[in-house]
């Protein structure tokens, strides 16, 4: 493909194909004439892509955790916590993950692929379903996990809210505010626990730079930048039905799907933006959205910050950067993979660390200490039922990467400046329309 089309239209081979969700039962995707997907339908059932027309009242606090939760509340004493985990690719890891957490057993899980099902019946014992349906019926359980495609994350929770259910869900939360504000409404309403599953929070070295930056260790921030820089195939984005890089059930291309770890780290080491500006577009693959993608952004505190995303990278060029840089000092974050460093480091690391007093003397060059927390999700989920702790990302907090993205999105479509906060979702001209 040459060039960049900002929002091509919908790829012909969605049309009249049937996208897999995992574990959801099989969405017919109905398409006009002109090959684009008009709708997913689900047992007859028509999704609205946007969701509820009421936008969701943030209070100045925005967490509701200390005036709506309490410890325990519909778990009886000294039980384990009982989770149900909705779709087997990461949620595979999830369910892992259970098994190994103290003070949490897996009930069982559910898939679409049979040899999925297969495979966590045989490491984890436990029944596995095609229909999720039946762990929301389950009594044991009470907890859902759901790990299948964004765009059907805010159908089930409201179902497993309905259940009396609480919910963690995979990042991104949704594919747009007004849906993640239903799924957190419900949740109130019913006084449940949603959270969301931003996994490099809990690692030690990211909880160092958050504090660091709070403890005014760099000084005044000046600048922060995000840079997700990996390589996806065409055969990606083709598997299962074609879901990825689609507005409706990936919320977007490489900014949502991979690169939406880094825009949350970045909002939560510097706080809600005061405006951006986005350019997206299609270089390499054929998707609905994009695999290329930069904004540039005025936090309020008048720092300024960029983010690049993009699954066009060549395979031996992969690496991920967060930076932040203030008056005092700054921080240096990289992950590497592929093959372009003579002795790539593996996973995530501090590259530079570095704080220095008044006169600009080097006083500090590695990472402060931090109280030791959950190591995940599932850690913190059980400490925030037993403990009555505050969880790391709960949905108000999982909502505030999606506003992000969503204000990216409709710069890049409109070709104007974004300010936030904002007051409606991102509804994208290509695909679906509100």
């Known amino acids: 493909m040459e060039g960049a089309e900002a929002f091509p239209s919908a790829r012909s081979r969605l049309a009249s194909t049937t996208v897999l969700g995992l574990g959801l039962k099989d969405v017919t995707r109905e398409t006009s004439g002109e090959g684009k997907p008009d709708r997913a339908r689900s047992g007859g059932e028509y999704v609205h892509p946007v969701g509820s027309q009421t936008p969701l009242s943030h209070p100045k606090n925005d967490s509701s955790f200390d005036r709506l939760f309490h410890p325990g509340e519909g778990i009886p004493a000294m039980a384990d916590i009982g989770i149900g985990i909705i779709g087997q690719g990461v949620g595979h890891s999830r369910a892992r993950m259970a098994t190994q957490t103290e003070g949490m057993k897996l009930i069982a899980i559910s898939d679409l692929h049979e040899d999925r099902r297969q495979r966590a019946e045989q490491e984890f014992g436990v029944p596995a379903y095609e229909d999720y349906r039946r762990l929301l019926d389950d009594k044991r359980i009470n907890v859902i996990g759901i790990f299948t495609p964004a765009g059907y994350r805010r159908e089930i929770a409201l179902q497993a809210f309905d259940a009396g259910k609480h919910v963690i869900v995979t990042k991104p939360m949704e594919v747009n505010i007004r849906r993640c504000d239903d799924m957190i409404r419900a949740a109130e309403d019913k006084r449940l626990r949603l959270l969301v599953d931003f996994d490099s ?46 507005w409706r059930l990936d919320g977007g291309g490489s900014l949502a799907n991979q690169t939406v770890h880094y825009i949350d780290r970045i909002q939560w080491f510097m706080g809600e933006p005061a405006s951006i500006f986005g350019y997206v577009g299609v270089f390499s693959h054929d998707i609905e959205a994009e695999d290329q993608g930069a904004a540039v952004m005025r936090w309020k505190n008048g720092a300024l910050g960029t983010i690049v995303g993009a699954t066009t990278t060549v395979p031996d060029f992969e690496f991920t950067r967060v930076e932040i840089h203030g008056n005092r000092g700054g921080v240096v974050s990289m992950s590497m993979s592929g093959g372009y460093m003579p002795d790539p480091k593996k996973g995530e690391y501090i590259e530079s660390w570095v704080m220095t007093d008044e006169n600009l003397k080097t006083i500090g060059t590695g990472p402060i200490e931090v109280v030791p927390g959950p190591k995940n999700v599932m850690e913190d989920f059980v400490s925030m039922m037993t403990k009555g702790t505050k969880p790391m990302v709960d949905g108000r907090e999982g909502r505030k990467s999606i506003e992000i993205l969503n204000g990216i999105y409709e710069s890049a479509q409109t070709g104007k400046e974004v300010k936030f906060p904002l007051r409606k979702p991102f509804i994208p001209k290509a695909g679906h329309k509100e």
């Open 201 to 246: 929070r809990y690692r030690p070295h990211n909880r160092a730079i958050k504090k660091a930056i709070g403890d005014g260790l760099f000084g005044r921030i000046l600048m922060a930048e995000v840079r997700l820089k990996w390589y996806r195939d065409q055969a990606y984005y083709d598997w299962d039905g074609g879901w990825r890089g689609t």
